[in-house]
């Protein structure tokens, strides 16, 4: 599957942004999607996760309460609607699929990976 990401953007602090990610392919619906995200100068870090039917979704505590992922199987998309962002969650996100059977928070479970898409949180 090829994942394409978009939605990025420069906003400032306590603003929104909502992240898309296009899919290709026709097996979408059978992978678990994660957002990931990695600041200059620091580790790949996980954001959010969704289950293959969108029904289970899991979130890293920094950002419960203000992200939210979701997905939409009949348009091959997943998406994370960003609240109340902070400078803290400045970095480049990517989205990234994993042919596993739970949600999952390590960055080598997933197979594919989007380009990336650039936020900034002005303060």
């Known amino acids: 599957v090829q994942l394409q990401a978009s939605g990025g953007g420069l906003v400032q602090a306590g603003g929104s942004l909502r992240l898309s990610c296009a899919a290709s392919?026709?097996?979408?619906?059978?992978?678990?999607m994660g957002w990931f995200r990695q600041a200059p100068g620091k580790e790949r870090e996980f954001v959010a996760a969704?289950?293959?039917?969108?029904?289970?979704?899991f979130n890293t505590d920094s950002v419960k309460g203000r992200f939210t992922i979701s997905r939409d199987n009949a348009k091959n998309t997943v998406y994370l609607q960003m609240n109340n962002l902070k400078p803290e969650d400045t970095a480049v996100y990517y989205c990234?699929?994993?042919?596993?059977?739970?949600?999952?928070?390590?960055?080598?479970?997933?197979?594919?990976w989007g380009q990336g898409t650039q936020v900034t949180v002005s303060s």
């Open positions: 969704v289950g293959r039917s969108g029904g289970s979704t």
């Open positions: 392919g026709r097996s979408f619906s059978t992978y678990v």
């Open positions: 990234a699929a994993g042919d596993t059977t739970a949600l999952q928070r390590y960055w080598y479970t997933y197979s594919f």
